[in-house]
């Protein structure tokens, strides 16, 4: 699988990223709506925010981009209902 790294200040094309791409913490993060890595790792391990765990690679996170849009989508719905 392909691995996306975002270079410091760039912006990210959310939809530009093909669903089996591996992108790293920041990239999820930012997708998450820029929140910080000690929320990420909370939402990992908390069953009522179900975020998507990640794929370790060499002590490093990556996740996969279409379970980040799946999950984002599906929370935005439950906040919106």
């Given amino acids: 699988m392909a691995k996306v790294n975002l270079a410091e200040g760039e912006k990210p ?3 530009a990223v093909p669903d089996e791409f ?3 913490s920041k990239y999820a993060r ?3 709506g820029g929140v910080s890595v000690m929320c990420v ?3 990992i391990r908390d069953p009522n925010v179900q975020m ?3 794929v370790k ?4 996170n990556y996740w ?3 379970d980040l849009r799946t999950w ?3 929370r935005l719905n439950r906040t919106s209902a």
Avoid at 57 to 60: E, V
């Fill in 13 to 15: 094309a959310f939809t």
């Fill in 30 to 32: 930012l997708m998450a």
């Fill in 52 to 54: 998507p765990a990640p």
């Fill in 22 to 24: 591996l992108v790293n």
């Fill in 64 to 66: 996969k981009a279409g």
């Fill in 72 to 74: 984002n989508a599906a």
């Fill in 41 to 43: 790792w909370r939402w």
């Fill in 57 to 60: 690679i060499n002590g490093r």
